[in-house]
């Protein structure tokens, strides 16, 4: 059971080029969020999801995008990086958005530099 | 708007010390409390979760507790070892119950020296 997997651990963009990060998870999980992590800012949703087909924005959204096809993937997509944009890159996911007791799990995290 | 805080940022024990770590949330409208632990280099893993009806949760020698009047939990540590050096955090998920609304704190690093 691997849970959430995150990929690429590391990487490493030029002002102005695009990636996306990948998140994976395995456990039917209707809910999957990415967030960001910054030093002294805590951690803040960017984009969540409460089932294929359906995103939203979280706090702090600009820059990037989203999409859910599938239940089992939830990518996160820098348009045109930023040295704003460097950080590090946490996929997270949940039974549901709502409900009793519903633990969310976290990847292990991705950590982008642009330069 | 929800804020959690948790104070102090860093935290030095020895080994062995009893310890406990704050955390305060202004909105007391909550639904349920957890507490992560983050490893440098890693994600974060669920420790404790409490529901907004509980006082309090156990997990082997971590023992959390919600005063949802106050707006304060603390996660009690006991015997600390060098292995829970980590950085410690609570999320607070809204009365609505949607984790899209979970508001973290900034965590608690704990270093426990041999």
């Known amino acids: 059971n691997a849970g959430v997997t995150q990929t690429p651990k590391f990487q490493v963009l030029k002002t102005g080029q695009s990636m996306t990060l990948q998140c994976a998870q395995d456990?039917?999980?209707?809910?999957m969020s990415w967030y960001r992590q910054d030093p002294g800012m805590g951690l803040r949703l960017i984009h969540y999801s409460v089932g294929a087909g359906i995103t939203d924005q979280g706090e702090v959204p600009n820059g990037y995008n989203v999409s859910r096809s599938t239940t089992e993937d939830f990518p996160l997509r820098l348009l045109s990086a930023a040295p704003s944009q460097t950080s590090v890159y946490f996929c997270?996911?949940?039974?549901?958005?709502?409900?009793?007791?519903?633990?969310?799990?976290f990847g292990e995290g991705s950590w982008l530099t642009v330069v | 708007k929800q804020e959690v805080t948790q104070i102090p940022a860093a935290l030095s024990v020895p080994e062995g010390e009893n310890l406990v770590l704050n955390c305060s949330f202004t909105?007391?409208?909550?639904?349920?409390l957890q507490w992560f632990r983050q490893d440098p280099g890693k994600g974060l893993t669920s420790l404790l979760l409490?529901?907004?009806?509980?006082r309090e949760q156990t997990s082997g020698r971590l023992n959390a507790s919600l005063d949802k009047s106050s707006g304060r939990s603390t996660l009690y540590i006991a015997a600390s070892q060098p292995g829970d050096s980590a950085t410690y955090l609570c999320?607070?998920?809204?009365?609505?119950?949607?984790?899209?609304?979970?508001?973290f704190g900034k965590g608690i690093t704990l270093s426990v020296r041999p």
């Open positions: 409490i529901q907004s009806s509980q």
């Open positions: 456990m039917n999980h209707e809910y």
């Open positions: 997270a996911s949940s039974v549901q958005d709502r409900g009793t007791g519903n633990t969310i799990y």
């Open positions: 909105d007391s409208a909550i639904y349920n």
């Open positions: 999320a607070v998920r809204p009365g609505t119950g949607a984790n899209s609304k979970l508001t």
